[in-house]
């Protein structure tokens, strides 16, 4: 299936079928791979990977996906650029899609990636801004659908700062019918806009209790107090102790409750490793599906 979008910025872009394709297609790629029988779907292709901010996950999947698809991924820090001399955002866009067919940004402001995806003729993948982080909420969609065998009609319990992971996966969230509370201390709340855009199609709570908010929830997520981008030394103290997902508060989801976190996860501080290394906790086949779910998405947005 190739995608209407021609970049994926925040998930905002994918319709309901596209985003459920993306998801069923990993599943499908995770399988083969599993099998032994993967094909060179984009050979002599190859993907500029910029990145302002350090990353593992991301980093690892997407050149490992390129790799297995039969395809090529150029690992481009951004103060190795002429980016780092004033080269402008827009030329360097520009100049990258004259030698390749697919460009990923990890950066700081949103705004970057906006004129990044404006000035290059070649599809523009968001890998984590300040703002969104749409990577992660395929890798996550996919893994509850293996977990659950269905996504329509989940609650998900999002508990800590509501920030560009959160974001994402409220679009992700109305896409795929699953309803979604959100416990943030007050002040930390998800992108306004977004829950105004999501909202007639689910139910989304934003609240200051994570008690009420993971009463009843298939799923609960977090992440780190800190994101890379946050710069207050302080921050912490507004989330602890109440916002700490630990085994007291994982007994007030459903007895069959997963949990999950994009990772990396800061131990004893929004979770405790009694519950990311227990029984409900899913994290490594979440971060597994982040190579299977963006080789779905790089194959769909070159329509091959
Ligand atoms: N979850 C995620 O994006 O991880 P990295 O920061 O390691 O890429
Ligand atoms: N919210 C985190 C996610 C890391 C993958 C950050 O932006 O640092």
């Not at 019918?177 to 998800?190: D, H, M, Y």
């Not at 710069?231 to 997963?258: G, H, Y």
Request: proline share 3%; hydrophobic share 35%; net charge positive.
């Amino acid at each position: 299936m190739k995608l209407k979008t021609k970049d994926l910025l925040t998930l905002e872009e994918l319709n309901n079928n596209e985003l459920s394709h993306i998801i069923d297609f990993g599943i499908k790629l995770k399988k083969e791979l599993k099998n032994g029988k993967t094909k060179p779907i984009l050979k002599n292709k190859t993907l500029a990977m910029i990145f302002q901010k350090p990353s593992t996950r991301t980093r690892v999947s997407f050149e490992t996906g390129m790799f297995q698809l039969g395809g090529h991924a150029l690992n481009l820090s951004s103060n190795e650029l002429q980016l780092s001399r004033e080269e402008s955002i827009e030329d360097t866009a520009r100049t990258l899609s004259r030698y390749t067919d697919i460009i990923m940004a990890r950066v700081y402001d949103h705004k970057m990636i906006e004129i990044l995806s404006k000035n290059s003729t070649v599809p523009v993948i968001n890998g984590l801004s300040n703002s969104f982080h749409p990577c992660q909420t395929l890798a996550d969609l996919m893994t509850i659908k293996e977990k659950k065998k269905k996504l329509q009609g989940l609650k998900i319990a999002w508990i800590g700062d509501g920030n560009n992971v959160c974001n994402s996966l409220i679009y992700g969230c109305s896409k795929s019918g699953i309803n979604i509370s959100i416990a943030t201390p007050k002040g930390f709340e998800p992108d306004r806009q977004v829950i105004k855009k999501s909202k007639m199609n689910i139910e989304i709570e934003t609240i200051t209790n994570p008690e009420i908010a993971i009463k009843n929830a298939d799923v609960v997520m977090t992440d780190t107090f800190t994101s890379i981008h946050n710069i207050d030394t302080k921050r912490e103290k507004k989330f602890l102790p109440k916002f700490q997902v630990n085994t007291s508060l994982m007994k007030k989801a459903k007895t069959n409750a997963i949990f999950m976190h994009c990772l990396p996860a800061k131990r004893g501080h929004e979770v405790t490793s009694s519950v990311i290394d227990g029984p409900q906790s899913v994290v490594w086949d979440q971060a597994e599906n982040r190579l299977h779910t963006q080789k779905a998405l790089l194959v769909s947005l070159l329509g091959i």
